[in-house]
């Protein structure tokens, strides 16, 4: 059986790979208005790339907890001398009481296995009047391009019979309504709601490596399958993602990549 493809071992070149969240973590960043003096969690902090950024905003404490223990690993040696906490741990698992001013967690919800838990841990974990910050992919067709692409999987004579036994492991909801009362039933407040779909241009191989920073973390692991996954599997899988990504090239080469993503600032 092959190594589970998962984040820990996706960690040592996913920042390199991760320009779809790093675009939504600016966006995210900027509507959080940081003040100078907050402690703040990073929900699904990864290697660190947003950790490290919150940590040259604010001179308060700063927690960035992931469940992966290869992500954590990658954090800690990228943050040395940034006087960062790191710690391997869900959101389902978070224990903290009115311990933080601020949660950033980008994205990182729609990987929450139980949501319900996560947001309650969340609202426990911030003081009166803190505040959670949250981007996600959104909607089932969260990217066009991928689904597309996944979807020539399924129906490949070489992947379908496998593919068949795939069970997405995602967390999403259809609109930007949903997801302000997905909130609210859990004691928030949302002061800010927006759902938009967001275009970039790449080439194909640029798309394959966004692909593989977070979303191959889910089609390619193990534990989401029930019949064991093979080379072959994953070498045709990858070869038709790869290939379905050069057809939806423009004749300047370019795919224009489209992810729908919502973002909800909520004070508790």
């Not at 604010?58 to 690993?73: N, Q």
């Not at 040395?80 to 949660?103: L, P, T």
């Not at 798309?207 to 989401?224: C, E, H, P, R, T």
Request: net charge negative; charged share 30%.
């Amino acid at each position: 059986m092959m190594e589970k493809v998962d984040f820990s071992v996706l960690a040592e070149k996913y920042e390199e790979m991760a320009f779809a969240q790093k675009t939504a973590a600016e966006i995210l960043l900027s509507l959080m208005d940081l003040k100078g003096y907050e402690d703040v969690l990073d929900l699904g902090c990864g290697t660190g790339m947003l950790t490290r950024r919150i940590r040259e905003m604010t001179s308060g404490r700063v927690v960035g907890i992931d469940p992966s223990l290869g992500m954590i690993k990658e954090a800690i040696e990228k943050s040395r001398g940034f006087n960062i906490i790191y710690e391997v741990k869900s959101a389902e698992e978070m224990d903290y009481d009115e311990e933080f001013d601020v949660i950033i967690c980008n994205s990182v919800m729609q990987w929450f296995r139980d949501p319900d838990k996560a947001l309650e841990n969340c609202y426990r974990a911030l003081r009166p009047g803190g505040r959670i910050g949250v981007q996600a992919t959104a909607k089932k067709i969260y990217c066009p391009n991928f689904v597309e692409a996944v979807e020539r999987v399924r129906k490949d004579e070489r992947t379908r019979s496998v593919f068949a036994h795939f069970r997405e492991p995602w967390f999403f909801l259809e609109s930007e309504e949903e997801y302000v009362l997905f909130f609210e039933r859990h004691g928030f407040k949302v002061v800010f709601s927006d759902m938009r779909a967001l275009t970039s241009e790449h080439t194909p191989d640029e798309v394959f490596k966004i692909f593989s920073s977070g979303a191959m973390a889910g089609y390619l692991n193990q534990d989401y399958y029930d019949v064991p996954l093979t080379e072959d599997y994953i070498s045709a899988f990858n070869e038709i993602v790869k290939e379905e990504f050069r057809k939806q090239a423009g004749s300047d080469g370019k795919v224009k990549l489209t992810f729908n993503r919502v973002f909800i600032i909520a004070v508790k």
